[in-house]
Each structure stands twice: as structure tokens, then as C-alpha cells.
């Protein structure tokens, strides 16, 4: 049997989507460690981007933590998590290893996205005696969305597929349908994995992208 019969074959098995270890509960799992994960870098990425580009400051600061983000391994930081006292954290160490690699993306678009606004168009509304907090709300930051949302869904993506790890320590997710098939030489299986967790990127992408089409009338209204 070809693999990408074999693929389909397992995918459309019943007795693979119940259960403790069947599609569904892995995808639960994978779920809430990434969006966990996600909503605490957001939480601490995007206040602290979007105020150093209102302010003009911190450029710097915010390429090297995107620099260091992006040479650290994910699974390295996971690892010396595994060998510290929170081994025993649960998800603890998967989700703190998933922030950092999902804040330099956010941290840098959002800085970016900030100092690139016009800065003609903010001496205008400053001009028109608008306050800081104003310029910020109603000029730099409906300017800057697009590029804060190319680095949510980015770090999101990037989020999704890299959870997969936590099946490398023994933790839930989808991760632990492809390491299964790792180890019983079932490359279906494993076929059938990836393609769980790219349609779930895929999927959280594209209700990132329609989410913002919604919202975005109503703040521009």
C-alpha cells in the first residue's frame, strides 16, 4: 500500500479520532498549549513593541531580542526545562519555551509597525491638539495593524507547528500521533500527523485573517 493511501486509510479510521490518544484529544491538547502559549507572548510582547514605537526608543532592544529569539532552539530551552525542578510542571516548560520563540515576532512587528506610521501624519494630530494616548489609539496604531497582525499570525503559525515538540518529553498533542509513528515504523502515521498539524496552522491562520477583516470596520467606524 502506497503511503498516501495508507495515509487516508488511517486518517478515515474511527478508531484513531476517540479516545485518550485519538485525534481529537491530541488536538485538544495541542490547542490549549499553543493558544496558551500564544495569548501569554501577546500579553507581554505587544504593550511593551507598541509603547517603545510610540516613544521612539528601544530599536535596539528590540532587534536583539528578536535576534537571540531566533538563534535560541526551541527545543534546546525545553530540554534544560526538562532537567530543572519544573520537570514535573506539566505543560509548564512546553508553554514557557513556546513564548520565547513567540515574542521576538511579535515584540519586532509590533515596534516596527509603530515607528513606520507617517510621521508627518502624527505631527498633524498632534498639531490638532490630540493627546499622546490619542495619537496613539486613533493614528499610529490603526496604521500600524497590518503589520502587528502579519507578526501575530506569523508567531501563531510558527506557535502551532512547533507545540508538535512536546510529545519529545512525553506531553500531549498532536506531536504524539507522529512520534507514535516514529517509533512503530508506521509512516502513514506519521504522514497523517503532519498533516494534522499543518491543517491546524492553516486553519488558525486563516480565522486570524478573516477575525481582522471583521473587527477592522468596527474600529474604523
Not at 15 to 25: A, I, L, Q, T
Amino acid at each position: 500500500m502506497s503511503v498516501p493511501a495508507g495515509t487516508w486509510r488511517w486518517l478515515s479510521d474511527s478508531g484513531h479520532w476517540s479516545g485518550e490518544s485519538g485525534v481529537w484529544h491530541r488536538l485538544a491538547e495541542h490547542a490549549y498549549v499553543s493558544g496558551v502559549a500564544l495569548a501569554v507572548a501577546c500579553a507581554v510582547a505587544l504593550p511593551v513593541g507598541l509603547w517603545l514605537g510610540h516613544v521612539g526608543r528601544g530599536g535596539a532592544l528590540a532587534a536583539q531580542v528578536s535576534n537571540v529569539g531566533r538563534a535560541v532552539p526551541v527545543f534546546a530551552v525545553l530540554a534544560l526545562f526538562m532537567v530543572s525542578p519544573l520537570r514535573n510542571a506539566g505543560y509548564l516548560p512546553t508553554i514557557t519555551a513556546l513564548v520565547l520563540f513567540a515574542v521576538p515576532p511579535l515584540l519586532t512587528n509590533a515596534y516596527v509597525g509603530v515607528r513606520e506610521v507617517d510621521r508627518s501624519v502624527v505631527e498633524a494630530a498632534r498639531g490638532m491638539g490630540m493627546s499622546g494616548g490619542q495619537v496613539f489609539r486613533r493614528v499610529e496604531l490603526p496604521l500600524a495593524r497590518p503589520l502587528v497582525m502579519t507578526g501575530l499570525r506569523s508567531a501563531a503559525v510558527q506557535v502551532v507547528a512547533t507545540a508538535t515538540i512536546a510529545a519529545m518529553v512525553g506531553q500531549g498533542g498532536l506531536g504524539r500521533i507522529i512520534t507514535a509513528g516514529f517509533t512503530t515504523y508506521d509512516t502513514p502515521q506519521v504522514v497523517a500527523g503532519a498533516l494534522l498539524v499543518a491543517l491546524l496552522a492553516l486553519v488558525v491562520e486563516g480565522v486570524l485573517v478573516l477575525g481582522d477583516r471583521l473587527l477592522w470596520p468596527v474600529r474604523r467606524r
